[in-house]
């Protein structure tokens, strides 16, 4: 016979595990990839490089049997009866953990359209409440009946070829013949681990050849790059390059005094000192992505209140968030430092950083108040909030005479009476400054039962798809957030004693995953949807007409708006600027794509966007007015694309070094 008893078991085992890898991959491809616009060429290249990976992950599970199946005696699988045990209960185990690992990696995905990887660990920080929005997202039971039948799937496979395996005698090699059979077999074994030829093995950074990240991600095995990213920690900024960039960041942000030796960043605003200062409401709008308003084109009319403010007030279409995540945006805002941690974590999750300067203390004399619908202990935002705001009045789940809907605590109807109730209730002489975090555009998409006449409609599937929404439940939970935005304006603030001295912020956190769409030009194009989020500040009697501000802006700006809007003096010593008040040109940072090994940062000007890899590797220039990924128009473009390298590079590693080097 051709093969060997010992070569047939080894290959009918890594067949068939390498095939179902191979299969989910088809899939993976099939669910997430297959209606995009990706160049083939780059597809079928990253699919080759994840078959390798398959590959490898067979070969790993496979290998304790292969060793078992080589070893003397009552040690090996021929004349070991429990050795024989052990290879089965082994497989059987392999299969379930493998077939958990896929359905979270697909889960993962489908959720924050990132393969899995070590980030998810950040959610065992607060098991609680991650095992019930799991529980209340995703068809539990059924997932648990898979994995017990894949458990005994994969031992009745192992059990047959094991047995065969048994049964059949040794093949009658002499000495020489079977040592130069055995290392062979390790050789191959070990080239097929290896992914590739030379002494360099087949790594993830192999996957991220292109600066598509959708690309990128179908060249991965989502076991093997969850252990990749595992075993990488967090780095920091680079000391060379920051001092090298100082000067640039410095000019760019308006420092008063640079000093690269002591690495200050600090600027005096004087401000304009009002005789009745105004009071500011912001308004996190969770999961709004600019996509899903007709502000920015969507026909489906989910957004009438959200749309009718932003042609009243200032709007600002270009405005991004650096990292996409309500913790990151959170944290962004509070301290006006991109959260650009990586490694699988948030800058809020981290205690050697929770300790940073605010503009929010900025507002003296304003009672200061955070109104969050659930815990604030999820990714220890409670942390990054009592720890840097002064004297801050938070409200959060177990503080409101509400019920809980769901694992985000209350509902933004009863967040928005209980926040109206306590501000109606403050001294009317003296300012406030209040945050409003909504939760109710978030899986699992609860629409309550309450004293609302909100009614949920259902246009044909197809058709809420082509106009970026998943299906009906994400439709109807973005048009039930704009309800509530406008029941809060128009019928509790519009009666209030603060309705004509307040200025109200209303942000996107981030954009949720989305279905492609033909209505958002150079940031669904550049893949920057998740980053693109409205931002629209309101309150006719203190900010005038309104106005649509062009220039790029981004999360860590709002804070020096608001502080420039209400007239107030301050200290600035993070990355925003006040752009009502500036010259010269504003850019937006990214940060995002695998935040957790290879972070992808980029640079939104004005006109054109610069990507590349942290580290630099792989820098394009995109002209914003034909954002094409394989349009890179550095080479017609040297000294833009120089000049936007230079300061994308200073701003990622000044924000490193504000992480770690800006406390009160």
Not at 132 to 138: F, K, N, T
Not at 346 to 351: F, I, K, M, Y
Request: glycine content about 8%; hydrophobic content about 45%; charged content about 20%.
């Amino acid at each position: 016979m051709l093969f060997s008893p010992r070569v047939r078991l080894i290959l009918s085992l890594v067949a068939a595990f390498f095939l179902v890898f191979v299969v989910l991959r088809g899939a993976f491809f099939w669910f997430f990839l297959s209606g995009l616009e990706l160049p083939s060429q780059e597809l079928w290249h990253a699919f080759g490089i994840g078959v390798r990976f398959d590959l490898r992950l067979a070969l790993l599970i496979v290998l304790p049997v292969a060793i078992l199946s080589l070893l003397p005696g009552l040690l090996g699988l021929r004349h070991g009866q429990l050795a024989r045990k052990l290879a089965v209960a082994w497989l059987a185990l392999a299969s379930a953990v493998a077939c958990f690992v896929y359905i979270a990696d697909f889960a993962h995905y489908s959720y924050l359209e990132e393969r899995l990887n070590s980030s998810v660990l950040r959610f065992l920080t607060n098991r609680g409440d991650s095992l019930q929005m799991v529980w209340e997202s995703y068809p539990v039971v059924w997932l648990a009946l898979l994995l017990l039948v894949t458990l005994a799937v994969g031992a009745w496979l192992g059990r047959k070829p094991i047995a065969a395996f048994a049964r059949r005698p040794a093949p009658g090699r002499g000495w020489l013949g079977g040592t130069i059979a055995v290392a062979l077999g390790i050789y191959l074994y070990a080239l097929g681990i290896m992914g590739q030829t030379g002494t360099v093995p087949l790594r993830w950074s192999d996957a991220y050849f292109s600066n598509n990240l959708q690309v990128a991600s179908l060249g991965l095995n989502p076991a093997i790059f969850f252990y990749d990213t595992y075993t990488t920690g967090t780095r920091e900024h680079d000391d060379e390059l920051l001092a090298l960039r100082y000067q640039r960041v410095a000019e760019y942000l308006g420092v008063t005094n640079p000093d690269p030796e002591i690495m200050t960043f600090a600027r005096s605003v004087p401000g304009q000192a009002p005789q009745r200062p105004p009071n500011v409401v912001l308004i996190h709008l969770e999961s709004m992505g600019a996509n899903r308003m007709g502000l920015f084109g969507n026909p489906m009319e989910a957004t009438p209140n959200l749309d009718r403010l932003g042609n009243q007030g200032l709007f600002f279409p270009n405005f991004m968030v650096p990292s996409s995540g309500t913790a990151r945006t959170v944290f962004g805002l509070v301290t006006g430092i991109p959260d650009i941690t990586w490694g699988g974590s948030t800058a809020s999750r981290d205690p050697q950083i929770v300790n940073q300067y605010t503009l929010v203390n900025a507002f003296k004399g304003y009672e200061r108040l955070y109104f969050i619908g659930g815990s604030a202990g999820w990714a220890n935002i409670r942390g990054v909030l009592k720890n840097n705001i002064q004297d801050l009045e938070l409200w959060e789940a177990g503080d409101y005479d509400a019920p809980n809907i769901d694992v985000w605590g209350i509902s933004d109807r009863d967040l928005f009476k209980a926040a109206h109730q306590r501000l109606d209730q403050l001294d009317p002489d003296k300012p406030f400054i209040a945050f409003i975090q909504t939760a109710g555009n978030h899986r699992p998409f609860t629409i309550p039962d309450d004293d609302s006449n909100f009614e949920v409609i259902n246009p044909p599937e197809d058709k809420v798809r082509q106009h970026s929404f998943l299906g009906n439940d994400q439709y109807n939970a973005v048009r039930l957030l704009d309800y509530n935005i406008g029941y809060y304006l128009n019928d509790l603030v519009a009666n209030s004693h603060y309705a004509d001295n307040t200025i109200f912020i209303l942000y996107g956190d981030h954009n949720d995953r989305s279905e492609p769409s033909r209505h958002m030009g150079y940031s669904e194009s550049l893949l920057l949807d998740k980053h693109h989020v409205p931002l629209i500040i309101y309150g006719p009697d203190v900010i005038g007409e309104h106005r649509v501000i062009e220039r790029p802006a981004s999360l860590v700006d709002i804070m020096p708006m608001a502080l420039g809007l209400a007239g107030l003096p301050y200290e600035n010593r993070t990355m925003g600027r006040d752009l009502l008040d500036i010259e010269g040109p504003s850019y937006a940072i990214t940060f995002g794509g695998d935040r957790s090994h290879r972070p992808l940062i980029g640079l939104v000007g004005e006109d054109y966007h610069l990507s590349m890899y942290y580290d630099g590797d792989n820098a394009r220039l995109y002209d914003l007015k034909d954002p094409r990924l394989e349009a890179d128009v550095r080479a017609d473009q040297p000294e833009v694309f120089q000049d936007r390298k230079e300061l994308l590079e200073g701003l990622y590693q000044a924000g490193r070094y504000m992480l770690h080097h800006n406390r009160p």
